[in-house]
Protein backbone atom coordinates (compact mmCIF):
# COMPACT_ATOMS: atom_id res chain seq x y z
CA UNK A 1 0.00 0.00 0.00
CA UNK A 2 0.87 3.33 -0.61
CA UNK A 3 1.17 6.16 1.93
CA UNK A 4 -1.99 7.72 0.40
CA UNK A 5 -3.63 4.01 0.59
CA UNK A 6 -3.07 4.01 4.06
CA UNK A 7 -4.23 7.62 4.79
CA UNK A 8 -7.29 6.38 2.95
CA UNK A 9 -7.81 3.38 5.13
CA UNK A 10 -7.22 5.38 8.30
CA UNK A 11 -10.00 8.11 7.60
CA UNK A 12 -12.66 4.70 7.05
CA UNK A 13 -11.82 2.79 10.38
CA UNK A 14 -10.87 5.89 12.64
CA UNK A 15 -11.29 9.52 11.67
CA UNK A 16 -14.74 9.00 9.63
CA UNK A 17 -16.56 6.92 12.73
CA UNK A 18 -15.23 9.84 15.31
CA UNK A 19 -16.88 12.36 13.12
CA UNK A 20 -20.08 11.26 12.23
CA UNK A 21 -20.68 8.62 15.31
CA UNK A 22 -22.19 5.19 14.22
CA UNK A 23 -21.55 1.44 15.08
CA UNK A 24 -17.97 1.06 14.46
CA UNK A 25 -18.72 -2.31 13.89
CA UNK A 26 -19.93 -0.78 9.66
CA UNK A 27 -17.23 1.14 9.70
CA UNK A 28 -14.84 -1.96 10.63
CA UNK A 29 -16.49 -3.82 7.72
CA UNK A 30 -16.32 -0.77 5.38
CA UNK A 31 -12.48 -0.17 6.21
CA UNK A 32 -11.92 -3.73 5.97
CA UNK A 33 -13.56 -3.79 2.24
CA UNK A 34 -11.58 -0.77 1.51
CA UNK A 35 -8.19 -2.48 2.19
CA UNK A 36 -9.37 -5.37 -0.05
CA UNK A 37 -10.25 -2.99 -2.70
CA UNK A 38 -7.04 -1.25 -2.64
CA UNK A 39 -4.87 -4.18 -2.74
CA UNK A 40 -7.14 -5.32 -6.37
CA UNK A 41 -6.15 -4.36 -8.89
CA UNK A 42 -8.63 -1.78 -10.58
CA UNK A 43 -11.89 -3.11 -11.96
CA UNK A 44 -15.43 -3.95 -11.01
CA UNK A 45 -14.65 -5.75 -8.02
CA UNK A 46 -12.46 -3.63 -6.89
CA UNK A 47 -14.88 -0.77 -7.26
CA UNK A 48 -17.51 -3.12 -5.75
CA UNK A 49 -15.75 -3.53 -2.35
CA UNK A 50 -15.39 0.50 -1.43
CA UNK A 51 -19.85 0.48 -1.85
CA UNK A 52 -19.73 -0.46 2.24
CA UNK A 53 -18.10 2.45 2.82
CA UNK A 54 -21.18 4.18 0.47
CA UNK A 55 -23.59 2.67 2.53
CA UNK A 56 -22.47 3.23 5.53
CA UNK A 57 -21.54 6.86 5.31
CA UNK A 58 -25.31 7.18 3.55
CA UNK A 59 -26.73 5.96 6.76
CA UNK A 60 -25.19 8.94 8.31
CA UNK A 61 -26.53 11.27 6.29
CA UNK A 62 -29.71 9.74 6.60
CA UNK A 63 -29.68 9.36 10.38
CA UNK A 64 -28.42 13.30 10.55
CA UNK A 65 -31.81 14.38 8.42
CA UNK A 66 -34.22 12.47 10.43
CA UNK A 67 -32.73 13.38 13.97
CA UNK A 68 -32.80 16.69 13.00
CA UNK A 69 -36.76 16.85 11.50
CA UNK A 70 -38.25 19.18 9.60
CA UNK A 71 -35.79 21.54 7.66
CA UNK A 72 -37.00 24.68 8.93
CA UNK A 73 -36.19 23.98 12.37
CA UNK A 74 -32.48 22.90 11.58
CA UNK A 75 -29.86 23.93 14.43
CA UNK A 76 -26.78 25.24 13.02
CA UNK A 77 -25.04 21.23 14.39
CA UNK A 78 -27.56 19.80 12.20
CA UNK A 79 -26.47 21.28 8.98
CA UNK A 80 -23.15 20.75 9.72
CA UNK A 81 -23.65 16.91 10.48
CA UNK A 82 -25.53 16.17 7.34
CA UNK A 83 -23.04 18.29 5.12
CA UNK A 84 -20.22 16.52 6.68
CA UNK A 85 -22.33 13.10 5.70
CA UNK A 86 -22.81 13.74 2.26
CA UNK A 87 -18.86 14.82 2.28
CA UNK A 88 -18.18 11.80 3.44
CA UNK A 89 -20.14 9.67 1.07
CA UNK A 90 -18.72 11.98 -1.73
CA UNK A 91 -15.35 10.50 -0.71
CA UNK A 92 -16.15 6.60 -0.82
CA UNK A 93 -17.91 7.77 -4.66
CA UNK A 94 -14.55 8.73 -5.37
CA UNK A 95 -12.57 6.28 -4.45
CA UNK A 96 -15.00 3.68 -6.18
CA UNK A 97 -14.48 5.75 -9.34
CA UNK A 98 -10.47 5.52 -8.74
CA UNK A 99 -10.88 1.88 -7.73
CA UNK A 100 -12.83 1.17 -11.08
CA UNK A 101 -10.28 2.61 -13.14
CA UNK A 102 -12.99 5.11 -15.00
CA UNK A 103 -11.49 8.20 -15.87
CA UNK A 104 -14.49 11.02 -15.44
CA UNK A 105 -14.16 14.31 -16.49
CA UNK A 106 -10.50 14.07 -17.09
CA UNK A 107 -9.24 13.74 -13.82
CA UNK A 108 -6.83 10.69 -13.55
CA UNK A 109 -4.80 9.14 -10.51
CA UNK A 110 -3.67 10.09 -7.85
CA UNK A 111 -5.99 13.15 -8.09
CA UNK A 112 -9.05 11.01 -7.91
CA UNK A 113 -8.02 8.79 -5.23
CA UNK A 114 -6.67 12.00 -3.08
CA UNK A 115 -10.48 13.38 -3.73
CA UNK A 116 -11.27 11.20 -1.76
CA UNK A 117 -8.63 11.55 0.44
CA UNK A 118 -9.54 15.19 1.05
CA UNK A 119 -12.87 14.58 1.49
CA UNK A 120 -12.63 12.17 4.10
CA UNK A 121 -10.32 14.91 6.23
CA UNK A 122 -10.90 19.05 5.26
CA UNK A 123 -14.74 17.95 4.41
CA UNK A 124 -15.88 15.98 6.65
CA UNK A 125 -13.58 15.74 9.78
CA UNK A 126 -12.70 19.39 9.16
CA UNK A 127 -16.02 20.96 8.83
CA UNK A 128 -16.95 18.66 11.87
CA UNK A 129 -14.31 20.50 14.48
CA UNK A 130 -15.21 23.18 12.92
CA UNK A 131 -18.64 22.94 13.96
CA UNK A 132 -17.18 21.53 17.44
CA UNK A 133 -16.75 25.14 18.14
CA UNK A 134 -18.20 27.49 20.69
CA UNK A 135 -20.95 28.95 18.35
CA UNK A 136 -20.20 32.40 17.94
CA UNK A 137 -19.04 34.81 14.81
CA UNK A 138 -16.05 33.34 14.12
CA UNK A 139 -16.88 29.79 14.56
CA UNK A 140 -19.79 30.47 11.92
CA UNK A 141 -16.97 31.81 9.30
CA UNK A 142 -15.29 28.72 9.55
CA UNK A 143 -18.19 26.58 9.16
CA UNK A 144 -18.97 28.46 6.21
CA UNK A 145 -15.50 28.42 4.81
CA UNK A 146 -14.66 24.47 5.37
CA UNK A 147 -18.16 23.47 4.13
CA UNK A 148 -17.82 25.60 0.84
CA UNK A 149 -14.39 25.10 0.20
CA UNK A 150 -14.13 21.24 -1.38
CA UNK A 151 -16.42 21.64 -4.15
CA UNK A 152 -15.06 25.03 -5.19
CA UNK A 153 -11.60 23.37 -5.43
CA UNK A 154 -13.44 19.99 -7.45
CA UNK A 155 -15.15 22.81 -10.00
CA UNK A 156 -11.25 23.92 -10.04
CA UNK A 157 -9.98 20.65 -10.83
CA UNK A 158 -12.70 19.44 -13.07
CA UNK A 159 -12.41 22.97 -15.35
CA UNK A 160 -8.71 23.40 -14.40
CA UNK A 161 -9.46 26.91 -13.92
CA UNK A 162 -7.45 28.70 -11.42
CA UNK A 163 -9.35 30.77 -9.72
CA UNK A 164 -11.60 28.22 -7.70
CA UNK A 165 -8.53 25.91 -7.53
CA UNK A 166 -6.20 28.05 -5.67
CA UNK A 167 -9.00 30.14 -4.00
CA UNK A 168 -11.06 27.05 -3.22
CA UNK A 169 -7.62 26.05 -1.57
CA UNK A 170 -7.18 29.29 0.21
CA UNK A 171 -10.71 29.30 1.41
CA UNK A 172 -10.18 26.30 3.27
CA UNK A 173 -7.08 27.44 4.38
CA UNK A 174 -8.82 30.06 6.37
CA UNK A 175 -11.61 27.81 7.91
CA UNK A 176 -9.36 25.75 9.36
CA UNK A 177 -7.08 28.24 10.55
CA UNK A 178 -10.06 29.82 12.03
CA UNK A 179 -11.14 26.82 13.70
CA UNK A 180 -7.09 26.07 14.80
CA UNK A 181 -7.35 29.68 16.39
CA UNK A 182 -10.28 28.84 18.11
CA UNK A 183 -9.19 25.75 19.48
CA UNK A 184 -6.48 26.89 20.85
CA UNK A 185 -8.17 29.78 22.89
CA UNK A 186 -10.87 27.21 24.30
CA UNK A 187 -7.84 24.37 25.43
CA UNK A 188 -7.66 26.75 28.50
CA UNK A 189 -11.53 25.92 29.63
CA UNK A 190 -10.59 22.01 29.25
CA UNK A 191 -9.21 19.08 31.08
CA UNK A 192 -5.42 18.35 30.72
CA UNK A 193 -5.60 15.51 28.32
CA UNK A 194 -8.53 17.52 25.87
CA UNK A 195 -5.99 20.55 26.49
CA UNK A 196 -3.38 18.95 25.18
CA UNK A 197 -5.20 17.57 22.29
CA UNK A 198 -7.03 20.92 20.98
CA UNK A 199 -3.76 22.54 21.49
CA UNK A 200 -2.02 19.62 19.37
CA UNK A 201 -4.91 20.15 17.30
CA UNK A 202 -4.66 23.50 16.99
CA UNK A 203 -0.97 24.12 15.84
CA UNK A 204 -0.81 21.20 13.55
CA UNK A 205 -2.44 22.65 10.69
CA UNK A 206 -0.83 25.64 10.02
CA UNK A 207 2.13 24.96 8.06
CA UNK A 208 0.80 21.98 6.13
CA UNK A 209 -2.50 24.38 4.96
CA UNK A 210 0.54 26.91 3.06
CA UNK A 211 2.05 24.00 1.46
CA UNK A 212 -1.75 23.10 -0.24
CA UNK A 213 -2.22 27.07 -1.19
CA UNK A 214 1.21 26.70 -2.32
CA UNK A 215 0.78 23.49 -4.46
CA UNK A 216 -2.61 24.78 -5.65
CA UNK A 217 -1.20 27.79 -7.23
CA UNK A 218 2.20 25.52 -8.59
CA UNK A 219 -0.66 23.85 -11.20
CA UNK A 220 -1.26 27.75 -12.52
CA UNK A 221 1.56 29.80 -11.63
CA UNK A 222 5.46 29.39 -11.76
CA UNK A 223 6.48 29.42 -8.24
CA UNK A 224 7.40 26.54 -6.14
CA UNK A 225 5.48 23.89 -4.66
CA UNK A 226 6.17 20.05 -3.52
CA UNK A 227 5.47 16.44 -5.24
CA UNK A 228 2.63 15.00 -4.43
CA UNK A 229 4.44 12.10 -2.52
CA UNK A 230 5.82 15.00 -0.32
CA UNK A 231 3.14 16.88 -0.01
CA UNK A 232 1.48 13.22 1.24
CA UNK A 233 3.90 13.28 4.33
CA UNK A 234 3.97 16.97 4.80
CA UNK A 235 0.94 18.49 4.48
CA UNK A 236 -1.37 14.64 4.97
CA UNK A 237 -0.13 13.39 7.88
CA UNK A 238 0.48 16.14 9.87
CA UNK A 239 -3.28 16.93 9.09
CA UNK A 240 -4.55 13.58 9.89
CA UNK A 241 -2.95 12.95 12.84
CA UNK A 242 -2.35 16.05 14.78
CA UNK A 243 -5.54 18.00 13.38
CA UNK A 244 -8.14 15.83 12.44
CA UNK A 245 -7.51 12.93 14.80
CA UNK A 246 -6.76 14.87 17.84
CA UNK A 247 -8.86 17.15 17.54
CA UNK A 248 -11.37 14.76 17.12
CA UNK A 249 -10.79 12.28 20.08
CA UNK A 250 -10.95 15.88 22.24
CA UNK A 251 -14.27 17.38 21.02
CA UNK A 252 -15.83 13.19 21.42
CA UNK A 253 -18.31 14.93 23.98
CA UNK A 254 -19.33 17.96 21.87
CA UNK A 255 -19.85 15.34 18.95
CA UNK A 256 -21.64 12.57 20.66
Same mark, same amino acid.
Given at each position: MSLIDEVVVFGVLVVLPLALGGAWWRWGIAGVATVAALELDRGAVAAALVVP????????????????????FWTRADVVRVIAGVYAAVAAAALVQS???????????????? *???????? /?? =? !? @? +?? #? %???????????????????????????? *???????? /?? =? !? @? +?? #? %??WTTAALQLVEAAGHRPVQRGLLSLSGLAIWAPMVLAVGWAAGQHWDVPYLAIHDMA???????????CLAGLIARQEVLA
Open positions: WLVVAGSRVLAGVQAAGPLLRSGVHLFGLREPIVEL *TAVHYTYA /GT =A !A @L +ML #A %GATTPGRWSNRAIACTAAAPPIVALGFV *TGWAMPQV /GG =A !A @L +MA #A %GVRLHGVPNAIGF
